[in-house]
């Protein structure tokens, strides 16, 4: 295997000696390796309680096996994991900002219209003011 022969090369001098031996010290090497690495994941379990987290991490996995989009995973890069959660949010602020002014500009574009038919109406008004007090006099 390669893990084998990375070992070998380390221990060439003693390879060259004795193959045989350094592949048992190789072989119990491994196995203690795994037993050992195999013993602490074991604690770690038993300290975090870890079982209960994956219980309800399988239980979560299970619930979202019916939805159609995939969960929000975080990317690792701050900045893309905030862009992809505010995006949306403004993009709907901003929409909901835009329909906002378009109504308060079409209320400001009446309001003109009738300031302008009020001025107009005092015009004639003031025309017919002037046209009675010329006839009067």
């Known amino acids: 295997s ?3 022969q990375r070992f070998v090369s380390c221990y060439r001098c003693f390879y060259e000696l004795q193959p045989q031996l350094t592949r048992s010290i190789y072989d119990q090497f491994i196995s ?3 037993a050992s690495i195999k013993e602490e994941i074991q604690e770690v379990k038993n ?3 870890l079982e ?3 219980s309800s991490l399988d239980k979560i996995v ?3 096996k019916d ?3 995939p969960a929000w995973r975080p990317s690792g890069i701050p900045e893309e994991d905030i862009r992809s959660t505010l995006l949306p949010y403004l993009l709907k602020h901003r929409s909901y900002l835009r329909r906002v002014l378009r ?3 079409e209320g400001n574009r009446k309001l003109a219209e009738s300031v302008l038919a009020g001025r107009d109406s005092i015009a004639e008004l ?3 003011i002037q046209a009675r007090k010329q006839a009067w006099q």
């Open 2 to 4: 390669c893990s084998y």
């Open 32 to 34: 203690q390796l795994q």
């Open 47 to 49: 300290e975090g309680n």
């Open 52 to 54: 209960g987290l994956f």
């Open 62 to 64: 299970e619930e979202a």
């Open 67 to 69: 939805r159609e989009e």
């Open 103 to 105: 109504e308060k500009e």
């Open 126 to 128: 003031q025309q017919l």
